[in-house]
């Protein structure tokens, strides 16, 4: 192979199921898992300075393509995972919850930051203290910032989720509930 033939990526698992000569078997939600877990599309929601540690995530010392994210969509119907990274002013949040709902089915969402984890230092009368007052969030990042590795640590963490969840799973009266305790249709 020479030093310019494309990397072929080998690692990803196969999904547990029956193997014989000739055949292999496992369960569909095993391979959509699969299939969410490494096509995950963030869309960054940035307003300030945790947006530049995920912008150094993206770099090549991290390199997040590694995890299958590196394509960012700016458009919430080409995204299906949210991650919110920076102060969220209360004039702001009606339009994350905007580009929250705009999003499809199934998506995730990242509240990267004591910021939008729970307002940070800001415990102030004009910053929201923390976005799950608005919507449901699935993974939490400490730090103010926290580096790239928790980035990366906090999106592997969505990466299980997306692997697991059963394929009934947005469909149930359970996520109908918390969605309508957030007032979202
Ligand atoms: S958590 Fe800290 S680094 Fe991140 S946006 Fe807030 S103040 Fe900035």
Same mark, same amino acid.
């Given at each position: ?7 072929? =990526? ?7 199921? $029956? ?7 496992? *369960? ?5 898992? /699969?299939?969410? !877990? $490494?096509?995950?599309?963030? /869309? ?11 912008? %150094?995530?993206?770099?090549?010392? @991290?390199?997040?393509? =590694?995890?299958?994210?590196? *394509? ?23 339009? /994350?919850?905007?580009?929250?709902? #705009? ?10 930051? %004591?910021?939008?984890? +729970? ?20 993974? @939490? ?5 926290? =580096? ?14 997306? #692997?697991?969840? +059963?394929? *009934? ?5 359970? $996520? #109908? ?7 979202? !249709?």
């Amino acid at each position: 192979m020479s030093d310019n033939s494309p990397i072929i =990526r080998t690692d990803a698992p196969a999904p547990a199921g $029956y193997e014989g000569e000739g055949f292999f078997a496992t *369960r569909l939600s095993s391979v959509v898992g /699969l299939a969410r !877990k $490494y096509s995950l599309w963030p /869309l960054p929601f940035a307003t300030s300075c945790c947006g530049i540690e995920f912008m %150094a995530t993206l770099n090549p010392n @991290y390199d997040a393509s =590694r995890f299958g994210i590196e *394509r960012n969509s700016f458009s919430p119907r080409q995204a299906d995972m949210l991650m919110v990274c920076g102060t969220i002013s209360k004039k702001l949040a009606p339009v /994350l919850k905007e580009v929250y709902t #705009q999003m499809a089915e199934p998506k995730w969402v990242i509240a990267v930051g %004591a910021c939008a984890s +729970s307002g940070g230092i800001f415990d102030t009368y004009s910053v929201l203290q923390g976005i799950d007052k608005i919507i449901p969030v699935d993974v @939490y990042v400490p730090g103010c910032p926290p =580096r790239p590795e928790q980035i990366i640590e906090g999106v592997i963490q969505v990466q299980e989720l997306a #692997q697991g969840e +059963s394929l *009934r799973r947005r469909d149930s009266e359970e $996520y #109908q509930q918390l969605l309508d305790s957030y007032g979202i !249709k």
